[in-house]
């Protein structure tokens, strides 16, 4: 046991903790130890031994800070001893700014002017009706207006109104006050910047006065057909312009010109005959009435008949 | 007009959660880039860094060639990055005639470049290039210890700054609780000149000592290599001191169902789950029992609640 003792570097750690020269700075939270007194005598010419003193520094370091780690008390796991370690003492600045604290809602502002106090309420309430237990929100729930197949009517009932369609109206308008009222508070949030991080306050656009419906937005895939047909509105047809990025090639450009088979077999016929004749006939029955001026034939005939006396 | 506009699933709106602003905030993530030319030697430490911090690291292996991070505007995409993977740290690699190997270690704060270190990577040896015995080698994700030493890290801005940088870089997680049994490794961090850092990754052996405390060999497992400080740019003092402010209270989960008593101490209240002895499968309440007569069953003996509406039969 003695001789163990002899040798262990363990002593010699001792020594250096006993040394107030030499003082690590050991950050237990981090795991992390600092000497700053540390210089080489003369900076070791082969890199083997600069390795070799470096490592030999270093394991000094860890032993420093594996003894302050292994004299924490620990708690047996099944995994091994777990000790706790204590926070990290060296600042480090944080990645994103602290959230800010939620602003009260109206509500809340007014239950605390009141003094309201929230109280727990049951999930599920009897209903008497049924004679069951039922959920006091959501489906299937107590006191739903929708299970209410009968209103008897009133003497101040007025004639001609659907006493259910009023309850659907009044219900819908209640929705949308408390809607209003959400958005409201959001909107206090989002001045305060503590907007819950799922939530976006999107600006829907204000549709212009006299148009139908807000401008639709254009999609990433139609300006890139828009910015290709506009592209070959140049000389070259936009062959030798530079690209945009997103831009597509035109989508079926249309084909100008078409060509008739230079020889013409048996079977397909006398096309480019065909093609002159369908243009003739076109503008022949376009023009059939003017073919015959039955005016100008008469004033003709009349003309010759007269030089025919004479 | 303004409309409230939230998540249509529930694992974006947790995901968001995620990259919310915390008061206490878990670690930070790590984005491993490239500019647009890189030598070999760079594209192993990169690839290097990213294996040693596989667990919160995101490596991006395309060229950027609008990223340079000390010139004004290019930065831009690299806050562009930060936003999209949500990474506050980065290393950025890349090799020029002047700058051969060249490592940019940088932070950002709320998404924008909070302070940046950049050094030249040399006398680099490859993980692969070291001989040792495969059982010392590390888990992964385990914790790192991490050691300085040098009076230079002390005494010189450069060296300092780097200090605290490659701190957080091989840190790892923070954690509260540490089992011993699944520690392995350490970073050695040795000034060797005024602006000369040597950088090794070692494994740990621990042998027996005669104490509790055991006694520390360590086997260099790499990689190892150089660093040059070149250039760096630290925080502005405003943007500093807002980003060091920590939250003066930590949160305190409320613990449920467990008082404090002076007499009899520390007191548990235990609820015994419903057995639901009627759910029980008996063995003649067989599934293929004709429906009406399943039915007429359940209704008979229908005197628990229902909490669903029975279908109505006509």
């Known amino acids: 046991m003695e001789d163990i003792l002899g040798t262990v570097p363990a002593w010699r750690v001792l020594n250096r903790e006993m040394d107030t020269q030499n003082e690590y700075q050991v950050d237990l939270g981090n795991l992390m130890a600092f000497d700053p007194f540390h210089h080489f005598t003369s900076i070791p010419s082969s890199r083997e031994e600069l390795v070799a003193e470096c490592l030999s520094n270093g394991t000094e370091l860890v032993q420093a800070i594996v003894s302050g780690v292994f004299n924490l008390p620990s708690t047996e796991d ?28 109206r509500w809340e502002q007014f239950a605390k002017a009141k003094g309201i106090r929230n109280r727990k309420k049951d999930k599920v309430v009897w209903d008497e009706q049924t004679g069951t237990w039922k959920r006091r929100y959501g489906f299937d729930r107590v006191n739903d207006d929708a299970d209410v197949p009968i209103i008897e009517a009133k ?67 139609e300006l890139g057909n828009v910015a290709g047909l506009a592209s070959t509105a140049t000389a070259s047809g936009g062959k030798f312009d530079k690209k945009l990025r997103g831009e597509k090639p035109v989508k079926n450009q249309g084909k100008h010109r078409k060509f008739l088979p230079v020889v013409e077999g048996s079977g397909i016929g006398s ?15 376009s023009n059939s009435h003017e073919i015959l001026n039955v005016d100008k034939l008469i004033a003709l005939e009349a003309a010759l008949f007269v030089g025919q006396q004479q | 007009m303004l409309k409230a506009k939230t998540p249509k699933y529930g694992r974006v709106k947790r995901e968001l959660d995620k990259r919310a602003p915390k008061l206490v905030e878990t670690g930070k ?45 290019g930065e831009t995409s690299l806050e562009f990055f930060s936003m999209k993977t949500d990474c506050s740290m980065f290393v950025y690699g890349s090799t020029s005639k002047k700058r051969p190997d060249n490592l940019v270690i940088g932070r950002t704060y709320d998404h924008h470049i909070y302070d940046l270190i950049e050094v030249g990577v040399e006398n680099f040896k490859r993980m692969d290039s070291f001989t040792y015995d495969k059982k010392l080698a590390p888990q ?54 005024s602006n000369r850092v040597f950088l090794t990754h070692c494994a740990m052996r621990l042998k027996k000592s005669g104490t509790i405390v055991p006694r520390i060999e360590l086997v260099e497992i790499g990689p190892s290599m150089d660093f040059v400080v070149r250039r760096h740019r630290l925080p502005n003092e405003s943007l500093k001191k807002e980003a060091m402010k920590t939250a003066k209270d ?65």
């Open chain 2, 140 to 193: 992964a994700g385990s914790k790192p210890f991490i050691v300085f030493s040098g009076e230079a890290f002390e005494s010189v801005d450069e060296l300092k700054h780097l200090k605290e940088v490659l701190l957080e870089l091989l840190r790892g997680e923070v954690v509260d609780n540490l089992n011993l049994a699944g520690l392995g490794r350490v970073y050695v961090c040795t000034a060797i000149s």
């Open chain 2, 250 to 314: 930590k949160l305190h989960k409320k613990i449920k169902n467990v008082s404090k008593d002076a007499l009899q101490g520390k007191l548990g209240k235990i609820y015994v789950p419903d057995q639901k002895v009627g759910e029980m499968v008996l063995p003649n309440k067989a599934k293929g029992v004709k429906r009406e007569r399943r039915e007429a069953k359940v209704k008979n003996s229908n005197n628990e609640r229902t909490s669903k509406k029975q279908k109505e039969d006509s």
């Open chain 2, 29 to 73: 993530k790590t984005l491993i880039l490239q500019g647009t030319k890189t030598s070999n030697v760079l594209n192993t430490v990169l690839s290097e860094i990213y294996h040693l911090k596989r667990d919160n690291a995101i490596r991006y292996t395309r060229k950027n060639d609008s990223i340079r991070p000390f010139e004004s505007g």
């Open chain 1, 155 to 221: 003497m101040t009932d007025e004639p001609g109104v659907d006493p259910f369609a009023k309850r659907a109206a009044e219900k819908k308008e209640r929705v949308q006050k408390n809607q209003k009222n959400q958005l409201q508070n959001l909107k206090t949030a989002a001045k305060a910047g503590a907007l819950p991080s799922h939530v976006q306050l999107a600006a829907t656009a204000l549709p212009i006065t006299g148009t139908q419906a807000a401008k639709k937005k254009f999609t990433k895939d």
């Open chain 1, 78 to 105: 099944i995994d091994g001893p777990l000790v706790k370690l204590p926070p990290p003492t060296t600042k480090l600045p944080r990645e994103k700014p602290l959230p800010k604290p939620k602003p009260p809602t």
């Open chain 1, 271 to 285: 096309q480019e005959k065909e093609q002159t004749d369908r243009v003739l006939s076109k503008l022949i029955s």
